[in-house]
């Protein structure tokens, strides 16, 4: 064999293994790996896979959106309770609000300890900036209104931060996870939208009734109208 003949066959056996190595590298990287997780302890990363910290952050994170909706809502609930407000419809509708961003949030929790990772519980902020435009209206036509008009802003902000969190699973292959928010999450969220957009456009028709109206008879209209919308609330 001539010394061009041998150079030529190791040059191509060269490059059919750099070829191979490549597509192996490509196909290791498509396949899902047991990553370390962030887990509370050496024993629960024995049941611990393929959850990463990437993910497992936003889920925190996630945690303290909800307990902060769910504190944001609690607020109004109480406040609609008030004596000297009494729209007890809306008390109840914003109470329950509460209560079931509080479950989203111990589902998490309770989500990330089967997976066995480690729960890291952040500090839940004040709400006042949200409430403070609420409680300055003067009628409680004004105060249901922005009301529910700051819900939905709430709302859009918890559901956004869950749909980032759902990016970061499909990111991370975390398959499991990303199910887990289209079945327990994203569909309620979705409807309590809708409930919070149905609830808006009923205030704001008695809201735009006061326009041509003069104020004593608007403000009737006003007080009758957000009373009707409390009693349906209350059944």
Partial sequence: MSS???????????????????????????????YPCDSSSDFSKNICQNFKSAVLKKMNTQIRDELEASYFYQDLGFHFARVDVALHGFAKFFRKASDEERQHAEKLMTYINKRGGKIHLH?????????KDVYNKKTSLEQAFHAVKTSIDVEKDVNTALLNLHVTADKQADFHLSDYLDNEFLTEQVDSLKELGDLLTKLRRFKEDKTDKMDKTASTIGGIGV?????????
Avoid: W
């Fill in 227 to 235: 009373h009707m919308i409390d009693q349906e609330l209350l059944k």
């Fill in 123 to 131: 500090e839940i902020r004040k709400q006042t900036a949200k409430t």
């Fill in 4 to 34: 061009k003949m041998y150079f030529m066959l190791i040059s191509c056996l060269l490059t059919g293994a750099m070829v191979f190595a490549q597509g192996k590298k490509r196909k290791d990287n498509n396949l899902v790996q047991n």
